[in-house]
């Protein structure tokens, strides 16, 4: 179990004395899972809600009721998801911080929920050499290496290698993803380290919204039926990433780090989707189409640099960090669509006509620019009290440029102030209780009927929650209450085709997770949450609506039991149940996903002391569940019954 994280402070700080929820996933809960994805992970975790996922080609998770397509998790302290980007892979992954409540006040532009920030694996000066191999019964096929050792006595390596294809939901689709992540630390002198990461992530993978509910009634197709024309193809995807870190410690108190990131990302492909208007016919088994083509390209650089330090003022001590960032993402959209041609839901037939794409039906070109600069101080008051003040400015420049119709350029500058406070009491050495508040912001895209842009989207959340934490620091828990108002969100305006930032939405909650080692056997983590996140304030919904994709209760369970065989190899069998309850399905809360159960069964068995042999089962017992929606018509079935075989090779 982890027992401090650099995330949720950018510094390395206790989690009992983080006066915040911190759930963080390690690489041993990764491999008890089985997980290839983030999305596999954040069901274990209370408060995390999967949402619409663009067609399986993203990552897009409700944080306490709110989406995080946009700062939804940073690599390493860096924006990680920002434009269109593959679905994450665990393959370079080293643990996963899920850091709740408002990030504003160290990170910026993000939504209230929280945020998830990936630490990814370093270079080792020890040798080490892991090769795994993958199989299931959906088609999957994955091989991986993670090779890292010295290339001399100040210079490490660390180079992670993956290649998978299948696991889909029809023999009509098919995925491929392969994965190139060199790493290299410099041990400059014994002050001063600098890194170097890099992530060239390829993916070819059909924009699959899913099934058609009919009218709101679930249920009337098969889950692996494809509505869409496999003559298409895939989606072509790129995510090429690289990051450098300099770190300086210029005494025992004293630290500097500067750090770049650079990340280019493309997608672009054709899909044969639902027509924008009227798709489904009033016989409610013709599906009207449009044939599209996408091209989603985005580039994002980013730049920080950070002094940290301690010292005390009298009995008092600080932990200060004082920091500086600027950004600059450009995104561009270009979205072309044909005639419609239908299609017979309960009787597909495919082959379509490939019509002309004469409908441009978006064309733009994005800028985003933001300068920030934040403080934050750590006191330490005595062993048991400790205080927490943070504040940062940020300056956000957008402008669009829209390329349909008349050609329009809009631009907008904000600033916001992102003040967060805390206050921790740890009464005895394996207890907390923590007071927490704060503000956070988010630009909001677009105009009004009058041209000028939109006020930036504003937040405030309260938290309280009570930590626990063995004396060994084996086992751990979390439980925490919050309540979250954002303002400013866009609504319909009066004038139809516009919008008003004055819409408000809240979510208030509870949430808890029990993690670790129970003793030499036994390993569990559970995770349970309620959540009343709806709309207060709008122009056309009603207040009480429920937020689209976001459960009252969600709960999820996963436990292993180890032991040794009598020739002394090593064992594991658990198993993982995930909960999830009812959810609105679009945003007038029209129609219910219903709640699901699922199970997973998992096993291994440590054959030598270089070899482990694993079998999983998803979905045990076949249920047929809807994992998230789109809008009024698409809804996200889950995967069937699957076995997956790994083997696993320390070489």
Do not use: C
């Not at 665990?90 to 996963?96: G, M, N, S």
């Not at 379509?352 to 600069?373: G, W």
């Amino acid at each position: 179990m982890t027992s401090s994280s650099s995330g949720a402070t950018r510094t390395d700080t206790p989690l009992m004395e983080v006066p915040q929820s911190v759930r963080v996933i390690t690489t041993q809960q990764i491999e008890d899972l089985g997980a290839l994805r983030l999305a596999d992970i954040v069901d274990y975790v209370s408060g995390i809600s999967r949402l619409n996922d663009f067609g399986g080609t993203w990552d897009n998770f409700g944080i306490r009721g709110f989406s995080s397509t946009d700062m939804g998790f940073l690599v390493n302290g860096f924006p990680g998801s920002r434009g269109y980007n593959p679905r994450r892979d665990t393959a370079t992954v080293e643990r996963i911080e899920f850091l709740k409540g408002p990030a504003s006040a160290i990170y910026g532009s993000s939504e209230p929920g929280g945020t998830i920030n990936i630490v990814t694996k370093k270079p080792l000066f020890t040798p080490k050499n892991v090769a795994e191999l993958s199989a299931g019964t959906g088609g999957l096929k994955r091989a991986s290496l993670d090779s890292t050792g010295p290339l001399g006595q100040s210079v490490a390596y660390r180079l992670n290698l993956m290649t998978e294809e299948g696991d889909s939901r029809s023999n009509l689709l098919n995925n491929r993803r392969s994965l190139i992540a060199p790493a290299v630390t410099w041990l400059i002198d014994k002050d001063t380290v600098l890194n170097y990461e890099g992530e060239f992530l390829q993916a070819s993978t059909p924009l699959d919204r899913g099934i058609i509910n009919v009218r709101g009634v679930l249920g009337s197709l098969p889950r692996d039926r494809v509505l869409s024309e496999p003559s298409d193809g895939n989606m072509n995807m790129s995510s090429n990433t690289h990051q450098l870190t300099l770190e300086r410690a210029f005494s025992e108190n004293w630290r500097a780090k500067f750090g770049a990131s650079y990340k280019e990302s493309t997608f672009d492909g054709y899909y044969t989707e639902a027509a924008l208007s009227n798709p489904l016919q009033a016989d409610n088994r013709t599906l009207n189409r449009t044939r599209t083509w996408r091209q989603l390209p985005s580039r994002d650089i980013s730049f920080q640099a950070e002094l940290e330090g301690k010292f005390n003022t009298g009995a008092i001590g600080h932990t200060v960090l004082f920091g500086a960032e600027a950004s600059k993402l450009w995104m561009n959209t270009e979205i072309l669509r044909s005639a419609n041609t239908p299609i017979d839901i309960y009787n597909p037939v495919y082959g379509a006509p490939l019509l002309p794409l004469t409908n441009r039906t978006s064309s733009s070109d994005e800028y985003q620019r933001v300068k920030a600069v934040f403080v934050q101080d750590q006191l330490s008051l005595s062993p048991q009290w400790k205080l927490l003040g943070g504040l940062r400015w940020d300056q956000y420049n957008q402008s669009v440029e829209n390329r349909v119709g008349t050609v329009t350029t809009t631009s907008q500058q904000q600033s916001a102030v992102s003040p967060r406070a805390g206050i921790s009491y740890l009464p005895t050495e394996w207890s907390s209780v923590y007071l927490s508040a704060g503000k956070s912001f988010r630009g909001n895209s677009g105009v009004d009927v009058n041209g000028r842009p939109f006020d930036p989207q504003h937040s405030t959340a309260y938290e309280a929650g009570l930590k626990l934490q063995s004396k060994d620091e084996r086992l751990g828990a979390n439980f925490a209450v919050y309540d979250i108002t954002k303002t400013n969100v866009l609504t319909s305006s009066d004038v139809p085709g516009f919008s008003v930032a004055a819409g408000e939405v809240k979510s208030t909650g509870f949430e808890a997770d029990v993690y670790g080692q129970i003793n030499a056997n036994w390993r569990v983590s559970g995770n349970f949450s309620w959540d009343d996140a709806r709309v207060t304030k709008d122009k056309t919904l009603a207040p009480g609506t429920r937020l689209t994709n976001i459960p009252a209760y969600s709960a999820g369970l996963l436990a292993m039991r180890e032991d040794a065989l009598v020739n002394g190899n090593r064992y594991g069998l658990g198993g993982a149940v995930n909960y999830v309850g009812n959810r609105s399905g679009n945003a007038a809360d029209t129609y219910t996903l219903p709640a699901y159960t699922t199970v997973k069964l998992l096993s291994y068995w440590q054959v030598s002391k270089s070899v482990r042999f694993s079998l999983d089962v998803h979905n045990l017992f076949n249920r047929n569940y809807y994992t998230g929606s789109w809008g009024n018509l698409y809804v996200i079935p889950g995967t069937e019954r699957t076995v997956v075989a790994r083997l696993k090779i320390d070489l």
